[in-house]
């Protein structure tokens, strides 16, 4: 803690931001705020914190524990993403210290954690990458989109890269389990392979990388990430899943589906929550609809299965987005 703080308590500090945010959001929106807050309020209250300038970046380690227990995967992370806002308002006042809300850590969502219906539609994918190919050519926005609709990576996995990982005489990407040096697969050395990006979709990659708007730098290991934050070091997953948002806002490349303006969308600007546009897709929607798109496409499911590492069993069952209409379709290709 900083001793430049102001004190607030949880509750004032709750009430005031609720305050803050009652002119710009619906009013279901200020509701869902309020509930998720009274949870942390609650959480205050059984540790005893009285003071909002006391919080480390443990205490909301502990919080996301405490949490984690009691309600689903991709519900905590909703209800995190409001303490994200709070802790930045908050940290805006002086009563927090600045960058806490960048501690707060959802955990990986499981395989099928998210509904099949929520992906990431080829046209929608095709608008994107044509929009940055135009106009932001080999950015990290348009490298990392190309890099997961191209491969379904999980986050995690992309996380995990580093520039020494693109092969450029096969124009792929090599994907190595390397817990003893700050970083992890899913599936752990099972999960370790090669992934096919072909001429076109490596290129983008490899512009990214001498891209002078690009940070170069090295993590705490020596290793040279792929994507780097501002100073240049590994931006931790949670990062990477704001930054998939934000490219895929449909606002960041094409106009509002939604007849919203900035002034009234409270999924715009900095402050915002980016997830609360009804068109927001995550990274597990863009890995779900890349896998989908394959299987569209007549890439064989076992292909498919060891390409995005992921079991043939969950790849249909969470996976497999298609209408019954598209699976007949592929069928009739191989019928003679």
Known sequence: MTDDLDPLTPEEGVERFLTHREPSVRKSTLQNAKTR????????????????????????????????????PITLQKQ??????????WADIEAVDEGLSEKVHAPELPDGAESKDVHLDPGRATAALEYYGRHRYASREHAL?????????????IWSLDVDDL?????????????????????????????YLGPKWFQI????????DRVQGTDEYGREPLF????GGRPAPQTIYKWVMRALHPCSYASCP????????????RMANVAACPSSRSPHAVRRGAITHHLTEDTPPETVS???????????????????????????????
């Not at 939604?258 to 600007?269: K, S, V």
């Open 37 to 72: 807050l009274q949870y942390f309020l609650d959480w205050c209250d059984e540790r005893d914190i009285e003071n909002l300038n006391t919080l480390s970046g443990r205490d909301i380690s502990d919080f996301v524990a405490w949490r984690r227990g009691d309600i689903a």
């Open 80 to 89: 995190l993403s409001t303490i994200r806002q709070a802790l930045r308002w």
């Open 145 to 157: 989109i190309a890099l997961m609709w191209r491969t379904g990576m999980r986050r995690g996995a």
């Open 167 to 195: 092969e450029p005489d096969a124009h792929a990407v090599r994907l190595e389990h390397r817990i003893e040096e700050g970083t992890k697969l899913k599936n752990g050395e099972a999960g370790e392979r090669w992934v």
């Open 205 to 212: 990659l490899d512009d990214y990388v001498d891209n002078p």
């Open 228 to 231: 780097t934050k501002d100073d």
């Open 258 to 269: 939604h007849d919203r303006t900035p002034e009234t969308c409270d999924a715009r600007g």
């Open 306 to 336: 060891e390409r995005m590492d992921v079991s043939l069993d969950v790849l249909y069952q969470h996976y497999d987005a298609r209408t019954e209409r598209e699976k007949m379709d592929v069928r009739t290709d191989h019928l003679p």
